[in-house]
């Protein structure tokens, strides 16, 4: 089943309410942690109000439960194999074989429970999570758990016959693809190659990858299918990609045992490197796409991705007994079952919770930030009418623009024309003092802060954030926090991205004019992400404002209870 409902609707509650009745174990998949803990907080209060007694913990990463400074900030797959290390040689100091300790635990488990509770007691939090989730009747835990089927087994998070809950899975197409993918860069390989001088082992290969990458990647980006790619790498090498993982995987422990001995981060390069030929071997290489590209560090880098997010989704939604897709965003909902590779699913689609009459949806045909239309000029006339709209907005309003450079020249023009004027040392558009989104999560979150406070003041404030930002997926603006949104334009993928540009092709050939279709929805599901950022509660209200002519003519990508009052033309 495929459910698209605002937020604020229930979701969770609905969700696991429905579930719990069946008596099946429920794998509810989340993408972060504020989601996390809204799933705990949900199940304690089914528990307390149906006075039951379900069971649930966090299957957190070892990112956010492990105690060991040596394990816990590597990548995943690093990390895995660093603990696994760690506890082989002795050096890691919490106990992590519970099977006979006798615990007494609360029924519904945390992240911050179980740290508290392993430092209390020499006890790995992250394996007293495995231990507790065997048991345990819901099971909280990443998406990249779900579709990884490697750390499904090493973490033993079994599927079959068991409900699959995925919550905000308007990205989850781009979670599984990201999940299969991974890539190879000058760094990786430079540090690979130093770890087999500390073992005294032959560096060859790793030399010729090396060779590789200089002869091939240019500043200017290129792409190979998987099946050439495979075959050019292999010619490379001399030999096959087999023959050189089974002759090096042994001298991985090796490496990680000597790093731990020097008192080092057992962190292995040369273990992502056979990683990644083992993905461009064993994948579904019809389905695959290198890129020899610069990273912006102008580092020499191939990705290989992974275009059909199929591959990652069926299989699990074909072992669990059954599947609930959910998220605000998920319109056309036809198309986003396509894409999934899920034609046959139930779709379900529910009206806003606020009343009615509290949405108001305006759209500004005057106004485009299609490329071949952005100018000064444009931003300027942006300028101009939002400024005109903000004053008749009390409060909190948010206005969203499709990149940071984009919003940062806005604002100098909007300045530099009177829309916004400077006093001291900030800004203010209609009365209203303007807040810019933080790049990092720190500074974000004291911004936002204050930008909440000026939001419920009679003169109010805004926020200018940025599509699939911090603030634009995830974050709640309720009540007076966001009274108005406006989206600046359409937050489209770069044309010019070979990345893109394989995607688009990849979907056009498995069904005509699909991959257009997806260029166009990932934009739309951004834009429609913004919006939600709004109402939060059935008395909750907020007037959106769509400022972009595609916006009108591209109706059906406009999630629904955003339209349950139609949409207005804006006339000035």
Known sequence: LIVEACNGFGKTACALSSALSTGRKIIYATRTHEQVRQVLHEIQQINRKAGTEFSAVALASRQNLCLNDACKRLPLSEAIEACRVLRKTHRC????????????LPSVLSVEKMIQYGKKNSICPYFLSREVARESKVVVAPYQYIFNENIRVKVGLSIDGNILIFDEAHNADKIGQEVLSDSLSERGLNNAVKELELVEYSSDFLEILLEYLDKKVSADPSLKSGSEFLSDLEKALGESISSIVDLYTPIVDEIREYKISEGRV????????????????????????????????????IEYRCLDPSLAIKPVIEKAHSALIMSGTLSPMDYFTEILGLPEAKCKTYSAIAKPENIRTYVDTSVSTRFRERSEEMLRTYGERVSKLVKNVP???????????????????????????????RLFMSGKRIFEEGRSVRENAQIVNEYKKAAKTKEGAILLAVFRGRNSEGSNFPYKEAR???NIGL??????????????EYLNKRKPGLGNLWYVMDAFRAANQALGRGIRHRDDWCHFFLMDKRYASHRRFISSWILINGIERIRL
Do not use: H
């Open 395 to 425: 409060n909190g309003v948010l206005i969203f623009f499709p990149q940071r450079e984009m919003m940062k020249q806005a604002l100098d023009i909007w300045l530099r024309n009177g829309f916004i004027e400077k006093r001291e040392d």
């Open 491 to 504: 937050p489209y993928a770069d044309y010019k991205d070979p990345l893109v540009k394989a995607q688009i």
């Open 266 to 301: 057992p962190v292995c390069y040369l273990n992502g490197i056979l990683n990644f030929l083992l993905l461009v071997e064993s994948g579904e290489r019809e389905s695959y796409v290198a890129i020899y590209r610069m990273s912006k560090s102008g580092m020499k880098v």
């Open 93 to 104: 100091p919490y106990r992590t074989d519970l099977a006979d300790l006798n615990l007494t």
């Open 484 to 486: 108005g949104i406006f």
